[in-house]
């Protein structure tokens, strides 16, 4: 039990110790510590996980146990989704510290003290049991990612990047402050447990609902959906790739995990009864942050915005996996978040390690330029086909469940988006895979814009591929396998995901005391893939490598339905303009539509 | 987007935002309430248990000592990200050297302006230290002292040249105390681990109300509080102030 | 009473992100962005307020005697180091945006777009 405070105070610890030497240690030494400070998270997560695996565990902070059903101090609740995330955080963080072992750009140790940091807010806010220690860390976990993105002030898109990033996050802060006001207004109480205990009682009215659209929307910025997520590409495109291992894999899949956690432990009471209409609101949030996603991505010709983008479509996809208010399909969005967390991770390095060998990052410039790196390539087409679904990989069983849990609710079309989506955005992966490593196809359009600043290389060219740069990207894809063929995960998947929705007994572990527990009564069979899934995954590689061949080899505009759409989408890249004021609008225009259809769907 | 149509969306949904609010707001219970079960208890019992009389205190730095950790690394990655993205490039090194050399002649500040500076600035690290320490007892605690010391540190500046805030407190000083104010912080809680087996668990004597010394571990936590912050701050304002002289010596 | 304090903390929001959004200069918008932030220090504190009550701090009153809300005190202490740390990182930035695009007009700093 004292294991749970250490995944947050080791992290604290290592970083304030480096920053305390800084001015005497080695950097080898920096990069060492800092390496088994995240390897010691990830070894006592991964212990925890295993622990909470059969009972949900609490911890108190500073030896306050409730009194009478009130929480007095903050808890941290280890159950396997919460202690999950911590570990998949973790092995991330060694997996980009390791990456940067070789990395020249990295200018002095401040780096690994904001990695360490950032790990700790990430698990912090994946555990914590109270609302505002949750807001804490997540603010934490943020502003060290404001600063890791524009960690290379020396070039002016890493300003912009971060700024963009910072202001607009903050924006997001706000209004998940105004929900916890208001929360606090009428309960009286910041742990999650006890406000769930307070407002289930009674019908939702106007505070209640605006309190969810307001901490969602918090939440939903940090995510990136479609309005909030301007802010993404700027920043996935200006991190250096160390930083986008972590902010792709984790950190947007956060927001959906707090929006997740704090909808069933405190809302699911009150909000219960309109469930069905609060699924239209989400699903709908989740299509349109897919397919908007998946259209920027197959437009973009900069690697790491096409990433971005790429990302915030599958952003998408987890959440209609979330919002669909169902065990199965939450239990599927757990596992393809962790099991495409993985592969996002190690299409990152190996643009990472394109950009390391070249100096650049631009569909364009790199025209045949990847022929050298075959291996690098042939990983990063791997890793696309898994992110199509290719069997046995976690994103392909991910995916499956959470079809399997729509079509439960009657969402069965959905299958539709899942198909569609992988394969424009594998399409465009592919098309940039045969651009820059074959040298193939058409000449991607543009290049840099004549008159920009030259994109100054991550580190001077090499002429060879780091062994830790390949190796990082080779475990991370073994993972992703790894998850995929890992015996009974689904089956556990959908047992957590049981435990996480049933608010009755969260509140019940949650105000218990210290070491209260709830063993789960009931079997969970694990999902095994039927003979529909495998023809869905071949379908969506097919589509995939079929768009490839399109976009590489014929002209988009002569294509069917090609003119239609130039304008629209024309458009909407011109919306992604840059400005910080253009996304602070949107944050605000989004806001008003999203409550509106909330109140409309949860008022009546 | 033109300005003009940033400005509409953006008031389009500032009335959308404003209306929700509204009804939100309409439900919190009005100020004739007694207090939450939550806030109650803390404020009946906070005194006989933790021996210190402000209750605000004692809740930031025990009962929701957690939350403080956590603020209290926010402003240690405050100070990191400023410095990072302050840190000098190649050329701006050179730059520094002639900087340096520059204010060594000195800048004129005029009569009032030093005299003033210099009368302030032993008054108010007095009055940080006394806000420090006294947090379990008055208003103040760790955060406000520390905010008071960081003011301090400006009055040097004020009242002499960006040498002497050099002098009096080089960046290196300011970084370690920032550090150990932070990574401080953290060992009391593994003290509360080590010795009262939880973490954050008040694990020193009490002592009697009233007194300096009151509260257990709340004074040291203050202490950590109060070097983090006025630490920070100080890398803070320093980076900042750097970017002035690398300016002026631009310029002129 | 506490309706006034209300309708402060909702304008304040509004009027400071409607700053940001229409700023011309970085450091206008990181001001704006501080008294967007300031309406939830004014919630808070509007949540905890209780008519005729004391502060919580019980150094010359009797314990029992009826106080304000001191856990959104110490919230309040909280949010308002979330915002100076935001505000020192984004004027650093400023700072760096002046050297590099020559500017602090957002609508100069436009290198990343599409």
């Known amino acids: ?604 | 987007m033109s300005p003009r149509g940033r400005a509409w969306l953006f008031v389009g949904g500032a009335l959308g935002m404003a209306l929700l609010l509204a009804w939100g707001l309409a439900g919190v219970p009005g100020s004739d309430v007694p207090l939450g079960r939550y806030a109650g208890l803390l404020a009946d019992h906070a005194v006989a248990e933790r021996h210190t009389t402000n209750v605000v205190i004692a809740t930031a730095f025990d009962y929701r000592a957690l939350d403080t950790l956590g603020e209290e690394f926010l402003l240690f990655v405050a100070a990191v990200g400023t410095t990072v993205l302050l840190r000098a490039t190649r050329e701006e090194r050179d730059e520094e050297r002639a900087a340096r050399l520059d204010e060594q002649r000195g800048v004129a500040t005029s009569d009032s302006l030093r005299a003033l500076g210099t009368g302030l600035v032993g008054p108010t690290v007095v009055l940080g230290v006394y806000v420090t320490a006294h947090g379990q007892l008055t208003p103040g605690g760790g955060f406000q002292g520390g905010v008071v010391l960081a003011a301090a540190l400006l009055a040097v500046y004020v009242a002499g040249t960006w040498l002497a805030l050099r002098h009096v407190a080089p960046v290196s000083a300011l970084e370690l105390s920032e550090a150990v104010g932070a990574g401080g912080f953290v060992l009391v809680g593994i003290g509360g681990l080590l010795f009262a087996a939880v973490f954050l668990e008040n694990f020193l004597p009490f002592g009697t109300k009233g007194d300096v010394l009151s509260g257990g571990m709340v004074p040291l936590a203050n202490l950590a509080v109060g070097l983090e912050v006025a630490g920070a701050f100080g890398v803070i304002l320093t980076e900042l102030l750097d970017q002035i002289v690398l300016r002026r010596s631009a310029s002129g | 009473m506490t309706a006034v304090a209300y309708v402060v903390a909702v304008w304040l929001l509004l009027i400071g992100l409607y700053g940001a959004v229409t700023s011309r200069h970085l450091v206008h918008l990181v001001v704006c962005l501080t008294v967007a932030q300031s309406s939830t220090y004014v919630l808070l504190l509007a949540v905890g307020y209780r008519d005729g009550a004391d502060a919580p701090i019980f150094a010359d009153i009797p314990v029992g005697s009826p106080v304000v809300d001191p856990i959104v005190q110490a919230l309040t202490l909280t949010d308002v180091v979330v915002e100076a740390t935001v505000v020192a990182l984004l004027l650093a930035l400023t700072v760096q945006a002046r050297k590099r695009f020559g500017t602090v007009d957002p609508d100069g700093i436009r290198e990343l777009h599409g």
Not at chain 1, 192 to 219: K, N, R, Y
Not at chain 1, 250 to 270: I, K, T
């Open chain 1, 1 to 604: 039990m004292a294991l749970v405070p250490l995944t947050v105070a080791i992290p604290l610890l290592a970083a304030g110790a480096l920053a305390a030497v800084k001015p005497l240690s080695p950097r080898r030494s920096a990069q060492i510590a800092s390496i088994a400070a995240a390897a010691a998270v990830a070894a006592v997560s991964g212990v925890l996980l295993a622990r909470a695996g059969g009972e949900t565990l609490v911890y108190w902070f500073g030896g306050w146990e409730p009194r009478g059903h009130v929480a007095v101090g903050i808890s941290f609740l280890v159950d396997p989704v919460s202690a999950g995330l911590v570990c998949f955080a973790a092995v991330l963080t060694v997996a980009a510290l390791v990456f940067a072992l070789r990395y020249v750009d990295v200018a002095d140790d401040l780096f690994y003290v904001l990695m360490l940091v950032f790990l700790a807010g990430m698990t912090g806010f994946s555990l914590a049991g109270d609302l505002f220690t949750a807001f804490v860390f997540f603010e934490l976990m943020g502003i060290s990612a404001y600063a890791l993105a524009g960690y290379n002030v020396e070039q002016r898109a890493p300003i912009e990047g971060s700024l963009n990033f910072a202001v607009t996050n903050t924006a997001g802060s706000f209004l998940l402050l105004f929900g916890i006001g208001l929360l606090y207004g009428r309960a009286g109480a910041l742990n999650l447990a006890q406000l769930g205990e307070a407002l289930a009682p009674e019908s939702a009215d106007g505070l209640v609902i605006v309190a969810f659209v307001l901490i969602a929307a918090g939440f939903l910025v940090k995510a990136a959906a479609v309005p909030f997520h301007f802010w993404l590409a700027d920043a996935y495109a200006v991190a250096r790739t160390p930083v986008c291992i972590l902010l792709a894999a984790v950190m947007s899949e956060l927001g959906l995990y707090g929006l997740a956690r704090v909808y069933w432990a405190v809302f699911s009471g009150s909000l219960g009864p309109s469930h069905e209409e609060l699924r239209i609101v989400l699903v709908a949030l989740g299509v349109l942050t897919a397919l908007v996603g998946a259209a920027m991505t197959l437009l973009q010709g900069h690697l790491k915005r096409l990433l971005a983008f790429a990302t915030m479509a599958y952003v998408g996809l987890m959440l209609v996996g979330v919002g669909l208010l169902e065990a199965e399909a939450l239990a599927g969005a757990a596992v393809f978040v962790v099991g495409d967390g993985f592969l996002k991770a190690a299409l990152f390095v190996c643009v990472g390690i394109v950009q390391h060998r070249t100096g650049d990052v631009d569909e364009a410039d790199l025209h045949g330029a990847g022929r050298p790196m075959r291996w690098t390539g042939l990983v990063l087409v791997v890793a696309t086909a898994a992110v199509c679904s290719l069997p046995p990989f976690g994103a392909f069983l991910g995916k499956s469940m959470i079809e399997h849990g729509a079509s439960a609710v009657d969402y069965g079309w959905l299958v539709a988006l899942y198909v569609a989506v992988p394969a424009l955005v594998g399409a465009a992966l592919l098309r940039a895979a045969a651009r820059v490593f074959l040298g193939v196809g058409t000449r991607a359009p543009g290049g840099r814009d004549p008159g920009a600043e030259p994109e100054e290389p991550e580190s001077e060219p090499e002429s060879r591929t780091p062994v830790s740069m390949f190796a990082t990207a080779v475990a991370l894809l073994a993972c992703g396998l790894a998850i995929g063929l890992w015996p009974g995960l689904s089956g556990d998947a959908v047992a957590a995901a049981h435990r996480f929705i049933d608010r009755a007994g969260y509140a019940a572990v949650g105000l218990g005391g210290a070491g209260a527990t709830d063993v789960r009564e009931g079997h969970f069979s694990s999902y095994t893939p039927a003979a529909h899934d495998y023809l869905l995954a071949a379908l969506t590689m097919a589509g995939a490598a079929g768009l490839a061949w399109l976009s590489l080899f014929r002209d988009p505009r002569r294509l069917p339905g090609g003119r239609v759409l130039q304008r629209p989408l024309h458009t909407l890249r011109r919306l992604h303009s840059g400005h910080v004021g253009d996304y602070l609008a949107w944050l605000a225009a989004g806001t008003a539509v999203f409550g509106g259809c909330c109140a409309l769907a949860l008022g009546t």
